[in-house]
């Protein structure tokens, strides 16, 4: 069961480092068509651009990412309090 707890841990670390690594390379100037770059664009379009959708950009700045990371902490802690009450 710890094994489990862990691997959620560490998915929900990974995708919430490539999120902020999309958040920065949104600030510099990058080739997109480097295979990587499009890796991280691809694996978290989905989830920021829902957020996109509902959270429209305020001027210049958009919040959509922040909102993301924190749905997907409430997500993971909801995920382990799940299993924890199941298990």
Same mark, same amino acid.
Request: net charge positive.
């Given at each position: ?15 919430? !480092?490539?999120?902020?690594?999309? /958040? $920065?390379?949104?600030?510099? =100037?990058?080739? %997109?068509?480097?295979?990587? @770059?499009?890796?991280? !664009?691809?694996?978290?379009?989905? /989830? $920021?651009?829902?957020?996109? =959708?509902?959270? %429209?950009?305020?001027?210049? @700045? ?9 749905? $997907?902490?409430?997500?993971? =802690? ?10």
């Amino acid at each position: 069961m710890s094994f489990l707890l862990n691997a959620i841990n560490v998915a929900f670390q990974v995708y919430a !480092y490539l999120m902020l690594v999309r /958040v $920065l390379l949104s600030w510099v =100037r990058h080739n %997109p068509a480097n295979p990587v @770059i499009r890796f991280i !664009y691809e694996v978290t379009e989905p /989830v $920021l651009g829902f957020f996109r =959708r509902i959270i %429209p950009p305020i001027g210049m @700045i958009d919040i959509s990412p922040i909102v993301a990371f924190i749905a $997907l902490d409430i997500a993971r =802690r909801l995920l382990i309090y799940l299993l924890l009450s199941v298990l």
